[in-house]
């Protein structure tokens, strides 16, 4: 199975800050890396899929790159509601697996 | 376009079995598979198998044993069955949407809304 890793594990920024959030997977999985929002009880938001395109109706302050191994997931700008839980996953090959998440804070 | 709503009984005994239900309505399924995932209390999200297009099952290793997933195509329906539960299956349960004949590369869209599992005795 192929294991993903993110850093950090939590993040403290203030509103308009541009933060960026690392993934790695264990093997390369091409660009089959999306990117989610969580908030608290609730179901994830796809952000990013194809390890960099905007999934629709999703800001462009989020933006996505990388490839093979190590992809990133910038936010410009951050607003109010981008304070949440972060995952990436890889799609390339059961068991799709995320990372464990990062959580970003409000400083 | 395509949305999810899920249910299911929300309070199991251990050694019961969980069975959740996810209905897809509002839009073409056509190369659609569904996923169940779940994401017990402070934790991260893990999936537990599939549905493809074609009826076809796959799973995670770690629930092989006891889970199940199938369709009722005409009813636009998938349904899990996760056998001889135990606390360590207390979780939000989500099902989750992919297009991998449409966008090889894409993500999980739409989600279901979640439904929250408590198992104890």
């Known amino acids: 199975d192929i294991q993903m890793t993110q850093s950090p594990s939590s993040l403290s920024a203030s509103v308009g800050d541009r933060v960026t959030i690392t993934c790695r997977a264990s093997?390369?999985?091409?660009?089959?890396i999306s990117w989610y929002q969580q908030m608290p009880g609730k179901a994830p938001k796809l952000l990013i899929y194809?390890?960099?395109t905007l999934h629709s109706g999703v800001p462009s302050r989020f933006s996505g790159s990388g490839s093979g191994t190590d992809f990133f997931l910038t936010i410009s700008g951050l607003q109010p509601e981008d304070f949440a839980t972060y995952y990436c996953?890889?799609?390339?090959?059961?068991?799709?697996?995320f990372g464990p998440g990062t959580n970003l804070e409000i400083k | 376009q395509v949305q999810l709503q899920q249910w299911g009984a929300a309070l199991l005994k251990p050694s019961e079995t969980l069975s959740l239900t996810c209905a897809a309505y509002?839009?073409?399924?056509?190369?659609?598979?569904c996923n169940w995932l779940r994401q017990p209390p402070g934790k991260g999200l893990e999936w537990i198998g599939q549905?493809?297009?074609?009826?076809?099952?796959t799973y995670n290793s770690s629930l092989k044993s006891r889970v199940s997933i199938s369709r009722h195509t005409s009813a636009n329906q998938i349904f899990l069955n996760v056998r001889s539960v135990t606390a360590a299956d207390t979780a939000l349960y989500f099902c989750?949407?992919?297009?991998?004949?449409?966008?090889?590369?894409?993500?999980?869209?739409?989600w279901g809304q979640g439904t929250p599992v408590t198992v104890s005795s």
């Open positions: 989750a949407g992919h297009w991998p004949r449409v966008t090889p590369s894409g993500g999980f869209h739409p």
């Open positions: 509002g839009g073409s399924l056509s190369g659609f598979s």
């Open positions: 549905v493809d297009h074609r009826g076809v099952s």
């Open positions: 093997q390369s999985v091409s660009d089959y």
């Open positions: 194809g390890a960099s």
């Open positions: 996953q890889e799609t390339y090959s059961s068991p799709f697996s």
